[in-house]
C-alpha cells in the first residue's frame, strides 16, 4: 500500500507515492537522484547520511520518507548558493578537511546543525558536535578546523551584514 | 537494509493511535522516533505489520511544570530534554543523561516515551526515571493509569505497558530542598548505550545524606533501584569514605550480564566505580 508524500528538498516541492518501508535516503538517492547523502554504516552509527529536516540533522538511514512527509529537507546539494560554496564547504576545501570524501556531506550537514545552535563553538564543542560522525581517513584534526574556518567567516560575513 | 513490507498509519491524535492500536492489535506498533524500532525492523528482528505513527504529535511533545512537578511529555525527544533549564534546574541528571544518549542527529529524533517502552538494558533513562521516582503515566482503550517507574522496567526488554497502550506523559515530582543528582556511565563507543550507568540524586542537610536515589543500568537485564546502597548511605555523612563504602554495595546479588565487550566481573565492578562517580556528583 503505497502513500503519498509531499516534501521540499533543497527548497523544491515534490510529491510522490512512496511504499512505506522506503528509507528516507533510498528516497532522496533513488528517488530524486540526489546521490551526495551517502550510505555508510546503515545502522545509524557512522553519520555518513546526515541530512538535515526542518533544520535538525538526522541520520537519514533511520528515518523513513514517510516521516519526513510535509519537512523541509536540506542535503549537501542544498548548501551550496548559486554557485558558490556554503561557508563550511570552502572550510573544508581551505583546511584539507576531506580526503576521500565519503563522510564529509555528513560531517558538513551535522555541522551545520551546530552551528545554528551555536555559532562559535570551541574545539570541543566541536568534537562533541561530531560524536556521531566517523571519518577513516583525516584523524578529524582537519575536519575541526573545517568546521572552525566556516564558524570564523560565517561570523565575520554577519558583522560585514 | 530494508525493512519487511508493513502498512502506515499516521495518528492525528493520541486518542486515534490507540484506536488503531486496538484496530491492528498484536500485529501493530507505535513509532515515535524510531530510533529503536527502525533499527531492529532493518535488521528484521522485529517485523511488525502495521505501523502507528505518533511521531508527530504535539499533544506528547512539552516539558512542563505542573504544580510542584514536572512534567515530560512522552514525545520529547532526548535533545528537548537536553536543552531544556526546566528539567535541568529539577534535576540535572536530567540533562546529563540526555546529552549522553547517542549523539546529535539521534538525540534529535529518538523520545523519552520510545526509549522507556523499549526498554533496552542498557538504555540510559530507564535508571534516571526510577532515581528521579519518576510516575509514568499510559493510556489505553479503558482509560488511563500510572506506574512508578520502579515498578515500570520487568525484565529484559519487558515493560508494564500492555500491547494496546501508549506512555503519554512521565511525571517528576519535585526533589526535596538540597536535593542534587547526576548520571555517569561507562560508555560502548560505537553504540555510546551504557556498559554500566548510574543515576543518583542526593538529599543533604548539614553534611548528612537525608535522602538518597540510586539506580543502575546496562548491568543486568533491566535497569533496577540498587536499595542496599541507598540504605548503607541513608543518615551517614557524606564523606568520601562513607559515599566510597556506600558504593561497594551496588550489583550486590544481582545476576550480571556479561558478553564479548564486557564480562560479568567488569560489569560488577563499574556498578561500583560508577555508582561512586554519580554518588559524589550528586554529594557535592
Redesign the interface.
Known amino acids: ?1 503505497a ?1 503519498t508524500i509531499q516534501v521540499t528538498v533543497n527548497g523544491k516541492a515534490y510529491s510522490h507515492d512512496v ?5 528516507l535516503v ?1 528516497y532522496l538517492r533513488d528517488v530524486l537522484g540526489l546521490t551526495g547523502t551517502h550510505v555508510g554504516c ?4 557512522c ?1 555518513a547520511c ?1 541530512i538535515l529536516v526542518d533544520g ?4 537519514s538511514c ?3 520518507a ?2 519526513a ?1 510535509g519537512s523541509e529537507v536540506k542535503t549537501i546539494e542544498g548548501m551550496a548558493d548559486n554557485g558558490t560554496l556554503h561557508p563550511l564547504q570552502e572550510g573544508f576545501r581551505e583546511e584539507h578537511g576531506l580526503q576521500c570524501g565519503f563522510c564529509t556531506p555528513g560531517m558538513i550537514m ?1 555541522s551545520a ?2 552551528l545554528e545552535r551555536n555559532p562559535n563553538p570551541t574545539e570541543h564543542e566541536i568534537r562533541e ?1 561530531l ?3 566517523f571519518c577513516r581517513c583525516t584523524g578529524y584534526h582537519n575536519i575541526v578546523k573545517s568546521v572552525q574556518y566556516a564558524a570564523k567567516k560565517i561570523s565575520n560575513q554577519e558583522k560585514v551584514a | 537494509m530494508i525493512p519487511n513490507k508493513f502498512d502506515y498509519h499516521r495518528a492525528t491524535s493520541v486518542d486515534e493511535a490507540i484506536r488503531l492500536m486496538a484496530q491492528h492489535g498484536m500485529d501493530a506498533k507505535l513509532l515515535a522516533g524510531g530510533h529503536s524500532l527502525l533499527p531492529a525492523m532493518k535488521l528484521r528482528l522485529n517485523q511488525p505489520g502495521v505501523l502507528v505513527d505518533i511521531g508527530r504529535l504535539a499533544e506528547l511533545r512539552y516539558i512542563k511544570k505542573e504544580g510542584d512537578s514536572l512534567v515530560i511529555g512522552a514525545g520529547a525527544t532526548h535533545d528537548d530534554i537536553a536543552n531544556s533549564d526546566m528539567a535541568r534546574s529539577t534535576l540535572s541528571m536530567l540533562s546529563e543523561a540526555a546529552n549522553l544518549i547517542g549523539d546529535v542527529q539521534v538525540r534529535n529524533k529518538g523520545t523519552l516515551g520510545g526509549s522507556l517502552a523499549h526498554a533496552d538494558p542498557a538504555a540510559d533513562w530507564p535508571a534516571v526515571m526510577i532515581a528521579a521516582h519518576a510516575n509514568i503515566e499510559l493510556r489505553g482503550p479503558n482509560g488511563s493509569r500510572t506506574v512508578s517507574a520502579d515498578d515500570f522496567f520487568t525484565g529484559f526488554y519487558m515493560t508494564a505497558l500492555a500491547e494496546d497502550e501508549i506512555i503519554t506523559a512521565i511525571r517528576i515530582p519535585a526533589p526535596p530542598k538540597g536535593t542534587h543528582s547526576s548520571y555517569q556511565k561507562f560508555m560502548q563507543p560505537a553504540s555510546r548505550f551504557a556498559i554500566v550507568g548510574c543515576a543518583a540524586s542526593v538529599t543533604k542537610d548539614g553534611g548528612v545524606c537525608q535522602k538518597v536515589s540510586v539506580a543502575l543500568t546496562g548491568l543486568s537485564d533491566t535497569a533496577f533501584r540498587a536499595s542496599n546502597v541507598e540504605a548503607a548511605l541513608t543518615g551517614k555523612k557524606l564523606t568520601k569514605e562513607n559515599i566510597a563504602a556506600a558504593a561497594q554495595a551496588a550489583g550486590e546479588g544481582v545476576m550480571a550480564m556479561g558478553d564479548h565487550f564486557a564480562s560479568e566481573e567488569y560489569r560488577l565492578h563499574l556498578a561500583k566505580v560508577f555508582a561512586k562517580r554519580a554518588l559524589m556528583a550528586a554529594a557535592e
Request: avoid cysteine; charge should be negative.
Open positions: 500500500m502513500t511504499d512505506p518501508r522506503t528509507l533510498q546503515d545502522t545509524s552509527n553519520g546526515t535538525k540533522a538526522v541520520k533511520t528515518m523513513l514517510v516521516q512527509d551535522t546543525d551546530l558536535a560524536e556521531g560522525n
